[in-house]
Structures are given as structure tokens and as C-alpha cells.
């Protein structure tokens, strides 16, 4: 009997610390559905993390007349312009990590523009003061105009139990 108690008790602080460990696996990083039409930050916020989502927004026209080529030369969008098919184009994306901690980086493609983006889903932990540079190439074989955003989502622990946490969430 006395067992069995202590079992309950064990079983009940177990489903507690589970219960407790779900929103590290489940929370949201969309943030807002649509894309943007301009770059922009969002931030939410739980127990365990600050997540930070850049929305860029994406466009790629591919198109059938290889005189017809109009490329984008701003950094801070990924606007890859007018390609010919089977033409692609790259951008680069510098991520740095200002924060005393490691924090995990997703990037997240959305919107019809997807499957012509490469990489379109990538994950990566950036050490305390290092920086990456991503290239991101657009192009593809189908001609039609594409739009979308690249989400670039950062997890931030909040706390010191919760570091080692970011490599598993």
C-alpha cells in the first residue's frame, strides 16, 4: 500500500513535468497567416522562449522568353525578378547571434513559391556571437509568376534550464 502511493505520487509529477515540456514541441512559429509586402518582425512569447519571426516576402517570375530577364538587386528582399526557365538566381541571408546564448534558426518557405526556393526548410543552432550566411536560390522549369515569404524563425531561451532545451525543440 505504501508502494503504491509513492507510485501514484511518481506518476503525477511525471504527467506534470510532461505536461509541462508540450508547449516546447507545439508552439506556434507561424506567428500570422498571408504574406507580407514588406519585411517585418514579430515576436511572441512563452515560459521557455522569445520566438522571433522575420517574414520576407518572395517573388519569382519564370518566364518562356529568354530576352525577357529582370533581376531584383536589393538585399534586404527576396525579389528574384524575371528568370528563364531553368535559370536561377541566388540571394544571400546574413544571420547573426546577438544573444549570450544559442538559439535555433528556422527557415520556413510559404506560398506558392515554394517548391522554386532551395533551401525551402532548413534548421540550425548558432553558437553565442556567430553569424551564417544563407543562400537561397530561386529558379525553376514551370513558367508562372510566384509569390510567397520566407519566414526566418529564432528561438530564444528564456532561461538557464531551458538552454540545452533549444538543440531538442
Not at 519569382?60 to 528582399?77: A, C, K, M, V
Not at 524575371?82 to 527557415?107: D, F, Q, Y
Not at 548558432?126 to 537561397?136: A, F, H, Y
Amino acid at each position: 500500500m505504501k508502494y503504491t502511493k509513492l507510485l501514484i505520487i511518481i506518476g503525477i509529477i511525471g504527467c506534470a513535468f510532461i505536461a509541462a515540456l508540450l508547449p516546447l514541441f507545439f508552439a506556434r512559429e507561424g506567428i500570422e497567416e498571408g504574406y507580407v509586402n514588406k519585411k517585418s518582425l514579430e515576436v511572441e512569447e512563452n515560459f521557455f522562449y522569445r520566438i522571433e519571426a522575420m517574414r520576407i516576402p518572395a517573388f519569382l517570375e519564370i518566364s518562356s522568353n529568354r530576352s525577357r530577364i529582370g533581376i531584383s538587386t536589393d538585399p534586404f528582399e527576396l525579389q528574384f525578378g524575371i528568370l528563364p526557365i531553368n535559370i536561377t538566381a541566388k540571394k544571400v541571408i546574413m544571420l547573426n547571434n546577438g544573444n549570450p546564448t544559442k538559439v535555433k534558426i528556422r527557415l520556413i518557405a510559404h506560398g506558392n513559391i515554394t517548391p522554386f526556393l532551395a533551401p525551402n526548410n532548413l534548421q540550425f543552432i548558432l553558437e553565442p556571437s556567430e553569424g551564417r550566411n544563407i543562400t537561397i536560390t530561386g529558379g525553376g522549369e514551370e513558367v508562372g509568376k510566384y509569390v510567397g515569404e520566407v519566414r526566418i524563425i529564432t528561438k530564444i531561451p528564456k532561461n538557464e534550464w531551458s538552454r540545452w532545451l533549444v538543440v531538442l525543440a
